[in-house]
């Protein structure tokens, strides 16, 4: 295939011609880069799996422009309307009952539910107006690395394999959106994200079902992305908890290699670990941690010289979640106080 095109928002024409004939273009959200095809067109659909690796029991995210568009393919209930008026456009992703003969199963994996969601980013939301197509969306990235936050992500993941990339600088949020089923009696958040259950009970007036199942590789999956390795470099991460710095960086000095180390402010500044390029900041809160995580997993990757990287785990807060749960995939769930055991 052709040179993939990183595309400016002026060139937003040439992004909306390469959907109409059924290419793949990736677009930016306010949570991470998306992997866009026309969600009504089977044949686009299909490349978005072969692109990424992706499992095809795997599926996928329905991007609308308006909340209307979502009766094209889903039954809109109660629930699902007052969570749009609330949150949308923004990181919340609804599991809906699918409207039959609409989006194929290679769009919903098989399953009578789709996932639909309507992302804050001004130039994507124009990209599926003016192409007049829901647009599947998963993370642009090889299925299993850590989700892009920029355009040079994807680029790095996925060039030559699709016609081009609209660039809108980096994502705000930096994990991806909340997932919640609202196709039971109860909803259900299947993967946390920026929106919490707190806030979605606030607005249905409800209980929400906020335990995320940890599924096996043999077990029907209700999220069925959860079964997969996530999010892992190919390095051995390990996540810190506050009071194991200390031990933490006498560790990693008396190592031969140098060691990551991706930690907030305070820290760094505590430690005095400041300009030293083996630290990646993760700025001064867990907000500023989820838009900086991504980024630095895939600095650590490419570093040739390191082989460990040591991540800061944030307090459990319900804020936090998304953040804490994306890391304990990546580390696999492994605490660096296994090292310090030895
Ligand atoms: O923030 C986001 O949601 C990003 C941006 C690009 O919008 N997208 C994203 O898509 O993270 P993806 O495909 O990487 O993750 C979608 C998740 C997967 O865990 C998938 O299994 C789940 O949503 N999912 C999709 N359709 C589903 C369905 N009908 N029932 C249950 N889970 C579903
Ligand atoms: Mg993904």
Not at 30 to 41: C, Q, R, S
Not at 166 to 187: F, H, M, N, Y
Not at 271 to 281: E, T
């Amino acid at each position: 295939m052709a040179e993939t095109k990183i595309w400016s928002a002026d060139e937003l024409p040439a992004a909306v011609r390469a959907i109409k004939r059924g290419s793949l273009v990736a677009f930016p959200t306010e949570t991470v880069y998306g992997l866009g095809a026309d969600a009504f067109n089977d044949t686009a659909v299909g490349k978005v799996y072969a692109a990424k690796g992706r499992p095809s029991d795997n599926p996928l995210i329905v991007h609308v422009s308006d909340p209307e568009q979502v009766d094209r393919f889903a039954e809109v209930n109660d629930w699902a309307k007052k969570l749009m008026d609330a949150f949308w456009p923004g990181p919340l992703t609804m599991i809906l009952p699918v409207k039959p003969g609409t989006v194929s199963t290679t769009v919903t994996g098989g399953l009578d539910t789709v996932a639909a969601r309507m992302p804050d980013n001004d130039l994507t939301r124009a990209l599926i107006r003016e192409a007049d197509a829901p647009l599947v969306g998963p993370s642009a990235n090889t299925s299993g690395k850590p989700s892009p936050t920029t355009a040079q992500h994807v680029y790095h993941d996925l060039h030559g394999k699709i016609a081009g990339i609209l660039d809108d600088g980096a994502t705000k949020i930096g994990v991806e959106s909340t997932v919640i089923d609202l196709s039971t009696d109860q909803p259900a958040v299947l993967r946390p994200g920026k929106i919490t259950p707190g806030q979605i009970e606030d607005v249905l007036g409800v209980a929400v079902d906020s335990e995320i199942r940890h599924v096996d590789a043999d077990e029907a999956p209700k999220a069925p992305g959860m079964k997969y390795r996530h999010y892992a470099p190919d390095k051995d991460v390990y996540m810190v908890a506050p009071e194991d710095w200390t031990q933490a960086i006498i560790w990693a000095q008396g190592q031969l290699e140098p060691v990551g180390l991706m930690l907030t402010n305070d820290l760094i500044i505590q430690h005095q670990l400041a300009g030293m390029d083996f630290v990646w900041s993760l700025g001064d809160n867990g907000d500023t941690a989820a838009a900086k995580l991504f980024a630095g997993l895939r600095y650590f990757d490419d570093r040739k010289d390191v082989r460990t990287v040591l991540v800061a785990a944030m307090p459990s807060t319900p804020e936090n979640s998304a953040y804490n749960n994306r890391l304990g995939k990546s580390s696999g769930g492994h605490w660096v106080t296994e090292l310090l055991a030895d």
